[in-house]
């Protein structure tokens, strides 16, 4: 456990070559992600996106059914705003790894709890998003997805083109239930992977921060990516606390160091044990 390999193109983090080795050889991975793994990218985690205009609300005020049925515009108009910031985010090297490492092992799944595209955009396919996406809108009285609406009244957020009842957000609100096809395949694949990646997440929302346990329950080698302990930190078999932009990119290296290097293969060997030298 203790043999970590420290590649000088990542520094500061510190991949033990056990997991190295066990993600290099991994038949089925998952990964699960949250907040965090975007935070480099400049999309604020939820604590985080609650400041300047927003600062005086609470999560459960904005992202809620009762919520929207008490104020409708307003969680409108808070969606809208993240919608508007999330034009400019682009993914960074943290979601650009998670593509690499599904290029390299035979079974992967990336289960995410962000709702920001981000993983899509930089490559990632076999992807399932726990809690929907920010960039779509739909109905909410038949859940259609909905492509273009009127302008709507100034108080209210826009209406249906076919029903006339408020649009809102294709995401998955606290107190609902996450899309059962997604939640399924998620779980599915925790029962069945030898390696778990959790990456970005505070794992206190649930269903989401159990799949990890879920995954610890039949065996799987649990690796967390955080720069800060979480409720799962003591089940995980490694803990790296770094930023995942940093983090994610080292554990691709260090499993596959000769495809990181490039043409050039001066990457240092992470497969035998020796660590870099
Ligand atoms: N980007 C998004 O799509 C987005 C943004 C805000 C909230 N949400 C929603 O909010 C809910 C909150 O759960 P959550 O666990 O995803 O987020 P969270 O905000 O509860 O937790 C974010 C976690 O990321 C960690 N973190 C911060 N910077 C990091 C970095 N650079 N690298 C790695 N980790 C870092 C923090 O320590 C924290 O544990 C989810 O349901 C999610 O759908 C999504
Ligand atoms: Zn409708």
């Not at 609300?57 to 049925?69: G, I, K, N, Q, V």
């Not at 034009?87 to 289960?111: D, K, Q, T």
């Not at 076919?162 to 649009?167: D, E, I, S, T, V």
Request: glycine residues 8%; hydrophobic residues 45%; charged residues 25%.
């Amino acid at each position: 456990m203790t043999d970590p390999v420290n590649d000088s193109r990542h520094p500061g983090v510190r991949i033990p070559a056990a997991l190295a080795k066990a993600l290099a050889s991994a038949r089925r991975v998952v990964a699960l992600t949250g907040a965090g793994v975007s935070a480099e990218s400049g999309v604020p985690t939820f604590r985080d996106a609650l400041a300047g205009l927003w600062a005086r609300y609470d999560p459960l005020e904005l992202a809620t059914p009762s919520a929207f049925a008490r104020h409708p515009k307003l969680v409108w108009d808070w969606y809208a705003s993240r919608r508007d910031a999330l034009r400019a985010a682009a993914p960074n090297p943290g979601h650009r790894a998670l593509v690499e490492i599904e290029r390299r092992v035979p079974s992967f799944l990336l289960a995410t709890q962000n709702v920001d595209g981000l993983h899509a955009k930089a490559g990632s396919r076999s992807l399932v998003e726990l809690h929907g996406n920010l960039e779509r809108v739909r109905c909410s009285r038949d859940g259609e997805v909905v492509d273009r609406w009127n302008a709507p009244a100034a108080d209210e957020p826009p209406r249906c083109p076919r029903c006339g009842a408020f649009l809102r957000p294709d995401v998955v609100w606290f107190e609902e239930a996450l899309p059962a096809e997604a939640l399924e395949r998620a779980d599915d694949a925790a029962r069945r992977c030898d390696l778990m990646i959790v990456a970005g997440t505070s794992a206190e929302v649930y269903p989401a921060a159990g799949l990890p346990r879920t995954a610890k329950a039949h065996g799987a080698l649990v690796v967390e990516v955080n720069p800060d302990a979480t409720p799962l930190t003591p089940l995980c078999d490694h803990a790296i606390a770094a930023r995942s932009g940093l983090a994610l990119p080292a554990l691709v290296a260090a499993a596959w160091p000769a495809h990181a290097a490039g043409p050039s293969g001066a990457a240092p060997s992470a497969r035998e044990g020796g660590g870099a030298k």
